[in-house]
């Protein structure tokens, strides 16, 4: 009898293909993720698990699951999961940084430079038939001369800083792990640079010392007229105190991929995007498209699927971030 494997998004069919040579695989093909009974229905029998960025899985769930042998999220942050809960089960739970660190630098540059140009303002003066040709107008700021402050200093951030220094502006990066190797950039302690930033860009895991990084306490030590760009995740920042940071200028803008209202592991999270900046002619956002690139998402997807076959096989998934003690795993 072969494992199942669930799999809770629509996949590439040379990537289900993969999983079907060992496996029978139950996939949604919808675009709306499954409901959680649903879901569940489907992975109390399961052996694998496929997981996105829509899904959330706590110590429940998993209780429920007693077959299952390995989650294998097609991304690169695990605060929606329950990591612990995992491990104790004896299950493995399985990332793929990698493969996401250069679409989401170029995102956060993308966004960087569509803020700060006015590019969504334009595009909507001239679809709006107000453009006769050219005026004074729709002012906005260049890289060049400016300040970019990266808060993290991982892979993501090392990219990023590696695609600017061709914008002829200051890097500053803060890290509160050892300072890495020569890169371009220079050190700063976190408020020394949110101080002296035009744009600052957070490129951290959210985990309990970065909840809210960005409050009303912070945004209020920034350079007035900054710019943050947010691609990491939406509770770094509270977007209350940033609607009113931009409503009293201290923000020239803000832009982002990642909201509150997505980080489902937060009881409390709110259920929409602040009102107050979808309103705001001084953000710009996306739909989470950090890895939205055909070619990338195919070998996230391969990623998962090799750390899910290699798991069923008994060995160890190279994507692992836990080591699951499989003699103390409970019975269910």
């Excluded at 769930?61 to 999961?81: E, S, T, W």
């Excluded at 890495?180 to 700063?188: D, F």
């Excluded at 020239?252 to 991929?257: L, P, R, S, V």
């Amino acid at each position: 009898m072969k494992p199942c494997v669930v799999v809770t998004q629509r996949i590439h069919p040379e990537i289900r293909d993969m999983l079907a040579a060992e496996a029978d695989v139950i996939a949604n093909e919808a675009t709306d993720p499954w409901p959680r009974p649903r879901l569940l229905e489907l992975a109390r029998d399961a052996d694998a698990l496929m997981v996105f960025m829509p899904d959330s899985m706590d110590e429940e769930f998993l209780a429920a699951c007693p077959r299952l042998k390995i989650v294998a999220a097609a991304l690169k942050g695990a605060d929606n999961f329950a990591i612990e809960a995992c491990t104790r089960r004896g299950v493995w739970f399985t990332l793929v940084p990698d493969l996401l660190t250069e679409p989401t630098a170029e995102l956060a540059l993308a966004l960087m430079l569509a803020l700060a140009r006015n590019v969504l303002a334009g595009d909507r003066h001239v679809r709006g038939g107000g453009f006769h040709g050219w005026r004074p107008m729709l002012y906005g700021t260049g890289l060049a001369g400016t300040t970019a402050g990266i808060v993290g200093f991982g892979r993501v951030g090392r990219a990023l800083t590696r695609m600017l220094k061709g914008f002829d502006c200051r890097l500053l990066f803060s890290d509160r792990r050892d300072q890495p190797p020569e890169s371009g950039a220079a050190a700063a302690s976190f408020e020394q640079l949110v101080a002296a930033s035009d744009f600052v860009l957070p490129l951290v895991p959210l985990t309990p010392d970065t909840f809210h990084m960005f409050r009303r306490e912070t945004l209020a030590q920034m350079k007035r007229g900054a710019f943050l760009i947010n691609v990491c995740r939406g509770s770094v920042v509270d977007e209350e105190a940033v609607a009113d940071a931009l409503e009293s200028g201290r923000l020239a803008g803000y832009a982002a991929d990642t909201f509150e209202m997505e980080d489902w592991a937060r009881a409390d999270r709110p259920r929409e995007v602040s009102p107050r900046l979808l309103e705001s002619d001084r953000t710009l956002f996306t739909p989470h498209l950090g890895s939205a690139v055909a070619s990338v998402r195919k070998e996230i997807e391969r990623a998962a699927a090799s750390n899910i076959l290699q798991a069923l096989r008994g060995e160890r998934p190279p994507g692992a971030i836990n080591d699951p003690l499989r003699p103390t795993r409970p019975t269910c």
